[in-house]
């Protein structure tokens, strides 16, 4: 049997899943819109963006190449953004659904 406490926990790990990967998700459409739009590079925020989008995103690094490479950068970037949002979603559905549940005497 498993207490309100446990499925307390799950709930609040499920939480956390979702919002880590949001947060990954942001950076990484920051650094997007930081390359879309031609900001400094050496800018202390763009640099910071930018090992986000190495670190977590680098599976979509050259996916697309368009002509354009500030549009490949944007498109390649978004769709790592996606796939976090997209795993951190199903993650933590699965998370909540296998947490254990009570069961009523009969």
Do not use: Q, Y
Request: glycine share 4%; hydrophobic share 55%; net charge neutral.
């Amino acid at each position: 049997m498993a207490s309100t406490g446990t499925a307390r926990v799950f709930s609040l790990v499920a939480t956390v899943v979702r919002v880590v990967c949001s947060v990954v998700a942001a950076l990484i459409v920051a650094h997007a819109v930081f390359v879309l739009f031609e900001a400094n590079p050496t800018n202390v925020l763009v640099e910071f963006t930018a090992g986000w989008r190495n670190t977590f995103g680098w599976f979509t690094e050259d996916l697309f190449t368009p002509s354009d490479p500030k549009i490949a950068e944007a498109i390649n970037d978004g769709l790592a953004a996606l796939i976090w949002v997209v795993a951190g979603s199903l993650l933590s559905k699965l998370i909540v659904r296998l947490t254990p549940t009570s069961k009523a005497r009969a």
